[in-house]
């Protein structure tokens, strides 16, 4: 089977610091992994994805993520937070063990970003 | 450009009443269909898919049906809600398999369900 796991449900850092949200993963097969931000009330837009190829993959808003297969992880970073940064953040894995194939994805429990000035 | 569109934003419904949400996709043609609810602090589960018209798979046994009447539209419905039905719900379309699997979900802005 395939599982996100996101480490720490809640991370604060202060505004201009690094952030570091943690997303381990585990799959029999090579992943697809996603990550995805949530702002209240809305629906979850996509920061990234890594399918192949370069395992340091950058996205929007300055926040980039990197494959480590020998970890199982894909953490996301961005150098320097800014206030609009405080969301709620999702790491996902596309389920491609399901015999329809349907690109189902897998989501974390989730990571709530706090921003302090 | 493809958008989602999804409706009402928030509901309010009694226990015992029933219960329709609409999801549309523009700008796309035979698109992989999402229902996920996302309850608080735990998470996004998926509830249900669809890969055609008339084709749901359902991923947990609940009080709650799907349908897709037509390519792009996609409807989460129950005939008496519980309480535990309380949630913020998700619909999301991707590329469907034909065009890889490692297309991204796209979704709503989501409705907030609240049971009383």
């Known amino acids: 089977a395939q599982s996100v796991t996101q480490l720490g449900s809640h991370v604060s850092v202060s505004e201009g610091a690094l952030v570091l949200l943690r997303c381990n993963y585990s799959?029999?097969?090579?992943?697809?992994l996603f990550w995805y931000v949530q702002y209240p009330n809305q629906g979850l837009q996509l920061l990234l994805k890594?399918?192949?190829?370069?395992?340091l993959v950058k996205g929007i808003n300055g926040f980039e993520a990197e494959f480590k297969k020998s970890e199982t992880s894909f953490h996301l970073t961005k150098p320097s937070a800014h206030m609009s940064d405080a969301a709620e953040y999702f790491c996902?894995?596309?389920?491609?063990?399901?015999?329809?194939?349907?690109?189902?994805?897998?989501f974390g429990q989730g990571t709530t970003l706090q921003v302090k000035p | 450009s493809q958008t989602i569109h999804q409706w009402p934003a928030t509901l309010v419904q009694p226990v015992g009443s029933p219960l329709s949400l609409e999801c549309t996709v523009e700008?796309?043609?035979?698109?992989?269909l999402y229902w996920y609810r996302q309850a608080a602090g735990r998470g996004l589960q998926l509830l249900f898919y669809?890969?055609?018209?008339?084709?749901i798979s359902s991923e947990v046994p609940q009080n709650l049906s799907a349908s897709r009447p037509q390519d792009r539209q996609f409807i989460l419905s129950s005939k008496k809600l519980l309480l535990s039905d309380s949630g913020f719900y998700l619909c999301?379309?991707?590329?469907?398999?034909?065009?890889?699997?490692?297309?991204?979900?796209?979704f709503g802005n989501g409705t907030r369900l609240t049971v009383t």
């Open positions: 890594y399918t192949t190829g370069a395992t």
């Open positions: 996902a894995v596309s389920d491609r063990l399901g015999s329809s194939n349907t690109g189902k994805l897998i």
């Open positions: 799959s029999s097969v090579p992943p697809y």
């Open positions: 999301a379309w991707s590329k469907n398999r034909d065009r890889g699997l490692n297309s991204p979900l796209h």
């Open positions: 669809s890969v055609g018209i008339g084709q």
């Open positions: 700008g796309t043609s035979n698109p992989n």
